[in-house]
């Protein structure tokens, strides 16, 4: 079939979907390029997880729909019951099912913007309403216009923390005051996809800091892409009340976490001790990358994830290409910011030339540049 046949195939498509622009992955590298386009782990997966994965052979049968054995012991880990664990293909996968579950035609979402690009979309599709209200001028989620966005017609909240792509928190002390104001019908997903790589004590933890336990409308994800290094597997998690993970039970697309993706994750969590180091040596990287880029003048937002927000503003598009041409795959967002991610430790010297050489043909008092 041509394209122009394919391209008047009558099907009618829901307007919304049609219009929707389909999901972009972060530029994939050639060979010798450093890929920081999509926060992935950069070390090779563990030897232990590899021979868990190829152990695991009987692809014949379909897998445990439920993933029985990782959500048993994940709720071992966290202190709740299996019940209120929900295993995923990722959690993108997760808040897909949860926003199925309680948001559609004329719901609103409400979620930070600039945020995970993945929310717009995941909003749409069950036919609901994005509600962005934008970050602060320092790049922290407004938690008082968020609550005051709060309408009858609010379905669900999202909180991510750490924000992707520029990387703040929230306290747990703020996010109790924002809930408090927070109808206790409407879900608020916490997405702590970086949970792992968070170094700053006030920085909220929705379990840790007894926000799940003490608001039964919130919902806490995380992943095992990030950290843990499975993002090619797709595996994450949902910690909540059981009623609301029943319902998003019953949108996922059953059979869709793979034997092989629930044994990597178990083989993850037997081997947590090396993942933490390596954990801890991308946020000694992220420190170095910090510190070096605020040493050369460059202003740029304490992360706590692992990547790096550097707001290029109306330049951002001249930086990527800027980025590339160095060798360095980033992820940007026209008009706004690029974001790199924390890779190889070679990968350093290499962003700071590159960040160093755009910024220094930019104007006194543009954003990028810090304040020295
Ligand atoms: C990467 C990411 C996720 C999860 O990705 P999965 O691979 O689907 O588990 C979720 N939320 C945010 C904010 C992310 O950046």
């Avoid at 998003?248 to 178990?266: D, F, G, K, M, Y």
Wanted: aromatic residues 6%.
């Amino acid at each position: 079939m041509t394209n122009e046949a394919s391209n008047s195939a009558p099907v009618r498509v829901r307007p919304e979907i049609a219009s929707l622009p389909p999901y972009k992955q972060g530029k994939q590298a050639g060979a010798d390029a450093f890929k920081l386009s999509s926060n992935e782990n950069p070390f090779e997966p563990l030897p232990a997880v590899v021979d868990a994965i190829r152990a695991e052979v009987t692809i014949n049968r379909y897998p445990d729909a439920s993933a029985g054995r990782l959500r048993a012991r994940l709720a071992e880990k966290y202190g709740v019951t299996s019940d209120e664990v929900h295993v995923g293909s990722g959690s993108v996968a997760l808040i897909a099912q949860l926003l199925l579950a309680v948001a559609g035609p004329g719901d609103e979402v409400i979620f930070a913007w600039r945020s995970f690009e993945a929310y717009p979309g995941l909003t749409l599709v069950p036919g609901a309403t994005s509600v962005k209200v934008p970050l602060t001028a320092d790049f922290a989620h407004d938690l008082d216009a968020m609550a005051a966005a709060v309408t009858d017609r609010t379905r669900a909240i999202i909180l991510c923390t750490p924000n992707n792509p520029t990387g703040g928190t929230m306290s747990a002390a703020a996010v109790r005051e924002f809930l408090a104001k927070v109808p206790g019908d409407v879900l608020v997903m916490l997405d702590e996809a970086y949970a792992e790589f968070v170094t700053d004590p006030d920085a909220v933890d929705g379990v840790r800091d007894g926000i799940l336990a003490d608001f039964p409308n919130v919902v806490v994800l995380r992943t095992f892409s990030k950290a843990y290094g499975l993002a090619g597997l797709r595996v994450g998690y949902v910690l909540g009340h059981q009623r609301i993970l029943d319902a998003a039970r019953s949108t996922a697309i059953p059979l869709s976490v793979t034997a092989q993706a629930e044994t990597a994750a178990l083989a993850s969590l037997d081997n947590e001790a090396q993942l933490k180091a390596r954990v801890a040596v991308l946020v000694e990287r992220r420190t170095q990358l910090l510190d070096r880029l605020r040493a050369a003048g460059i202003m740029v937002p304490d992360s706590q994830a692992n990547f790096v927000w550097l707001a290029f503003g109306d330049d951002t598009m001249a930086a990527a290409a800027a980025f590339e041409a160095g060798g360095v795959i980033v992820r940007p967002f026209a008009g706004e910011g690029v974001r790199v991610s924390i890779g190889e430790a070679e990968s350093i010297d290499v962003i700071v030339r590159i960040a160093q050489s755009v910024v220094d043909t930019l104007p006194e008092g543009h954003p990028v540049r810090g304040l020295a």
